[in-house]
């Protein structure tokens, strides 16, 4: 049995404000939500706070349930918003939270 590294009752009403706040300039992937957001975030500091190699994503899909095109799209959407940077090898590291 996995254990969650993040619970919604552990989270502070100020990040899911800020995940709000900042969807208004950066528009989240179609069919996702909040939550989502948070999931994806919690799973790539799971990992490491990087998205780099095939099994990051294979393991970050996991945890979240999202697709693989749901994942793209939810990293080009952290890029947008600010919450994450892209590495010079390659992929993108998760820049706040956690991850800061």
Known sequence: ???RLFTPARLSGLSLVSVLFLAAC??????TDAQDIVNY???VASIGCALVT??????VGLQTGLSREQLV??????LAA????TLPEGGIKLITGVCA
């Open 1 to 3: 049995m996995s254990k």
């Open 26 to 31: 950066a528009v989240p992937p179609s069919g």
């Open 41 to 43: 975030e919690a799973a």
């Open 54 to 59: 095939e099994p990051d994503y294979l393991a």
């Open 73 to 78: 799209e939810m990293t080009q959407y952290q």
């Open 82 to 85: 600010k919450r994450a940077e």
